[in-house]
């Protein structure tokens, strides 16, 4: 069934074109008429219409306005113009939008309507084909240009960071070729090593998962009730935090889901939570508070708060997102986290800002574009 809106106010103009329309062969058609520019753009917005056909010579609107309003509908559908108006100029401009077609009044038969039909629709088609591939061309230069800069830190971590552990397990390997057969000594350097080569095995893990961080984020996004994979990352970090006493609030009021892909989403809260966890003050209880709210109406924006022992801001900002930067020395990590994340959400067309206090606390907001249809639901 092919869905026409006819854009006409002359009676007889429209009995012949519903006549030519059904003495085409094979052609089933449902034809809803407008007599006007105005009341066809209210019909578009229920209407779900394959193609627009619309005269130039209407009573209540000029050919130039008519003209304007096929212009900006033949970007997403098919528009052809059947008129006996004559203005050459006007004329080429509409044929120059590109998704449009033009048959002189005059001429109009069940072949030529058959055949134009076909190529309209033809011509739409390749060209959404075009602006899709055009898009993938675009974000995959994008992914490159992102996966370049992020190999090029890797190399500079590898060139420097991995030189200490790995220089230490070659000078102590040295120490016990050169020692007597002290045995006591020989223990203590082997356990020297063992240490240096755990810190090796762990640098190099998260040095991976920084790498496999982005994998398979695209393949599936599906409607995500953030409250539940909050949930979901607490049980894991209670298993880390046994013993951690600390108070938690979840908001989720304003927007409570998000069509996401799930291991994103999971990643980044972990890594908010366990920093809030991990980055505690030791001088009262641990609160954390998130909330989720709308931005722009078009990102959904998760805040996650603390009152740990925070951050000098004026020191810390233009390395906070830096691979292996680290500011509290007496706390365990190797400063990835932050880096993972910040690079994960320029992937996936997001951000994330920060504010913090030192010994007053940190907030983190993270803002997500939904992946799937753009559109949030009631909360």
Do not use: W
Request: include cysteine; aromatic fraction near 8%.
């Amino acid at each position: 069934m092919l869905r026409i809106l006819l854009i006409d106010d002359k009676e007889n103009d429209i009995a012949d074109f519903i006549e030519t329309i059904e003495s085409i062969k094979y052609l089933k058609a449902e034809v809803q008429k407008a007599n006007s520019v105005k009341s066809g753009n209210i019909i578009l917005k229920s209407f779900p219409a394959d193609i627009v056909i619309s005269e130039l010579e209407l009573q209540e609107e000029s050919p130039k306005k008519i003209i304007n309003f096929l212009s900006k509908i033949s970007t997403e559908l098919p528009v052809i113009l059947i008129t006996n108006y004559k203005d050459d100029k006007l004329i080429k401009q509409f044929k120059n939008v590109g998704i449009s077609d033009y048959i002189p009044r005059k001429s109009l038969s069940p072949d030529l309507l058959e055949k134009t039909l076909h190529f309209t629709k033809e011509r739409l088609a390749f060209q959404k084909e075009r602006k899709r591939m055009q898009f993938e061309i675009t974000e995959k230069n994008k992914h490159i240009h992102r996966t370049s800069r992020q190999i090029e830190e890797l190399a500079y971590t590898l060139s420097h960071d991995l030189r200490g552990p790995v220089g230490s397990i070659l000078g102590l390997a040295d120490l016990i070729n050169s020692t007597s057969n002290n045995l006591e000594e020989i223990k203590q350097f082997s356990q020297l090593i063992h240490s240096s080569a755990n810190d090796l095995n762990e640098l190099l893990k998260q040095l991976l998962d920084v790498l496999l961080a982005n994998k398979n984020i695209y393949d599936k996004a599906e409607l995500l009730d953030i409250k539940e994979e909050i949930n979901k990352v607490m049980e894991k970090l209670s298993d880390i935090y046994p013993s951690l006493v600390f108070n938690l609030k979840v908001n989720c009021k304003k927007i409570s889901k998000i069509y996401y892909s799930q291991n994103a989403l999971e990643f980044i809260l972990y890594n908010l939570l366990s920093n809030a966890l991990k980055f505690r003050s030791n001088r009262r209880t641990l609160e954390v508070n998130i909330e989720t709210d709308i931005v722009n109406k078009n990102l959904v924006c998760i805040a996650v708060k603390d009152n740990g022992v925070g951050m000098d801001m004026d020191m810390v900002k233009p390395r906070i997102f830096k691979i292996f930067k680290r500011f509290h020395k007496n706390v365990e990590g190797r400063g990835i986290g932050l880096y993972a994340v910040k690079g994960m959400l320029d992937e996936l067309e997001g951000y994330i800002e920060v504010d913090s206090e030192l010994n007053i606390g940190s907030e983190f907001r993270v803002f997500l574009k939904p992946l799937a249809n753009n559109v949030f639901p009631v909360s």
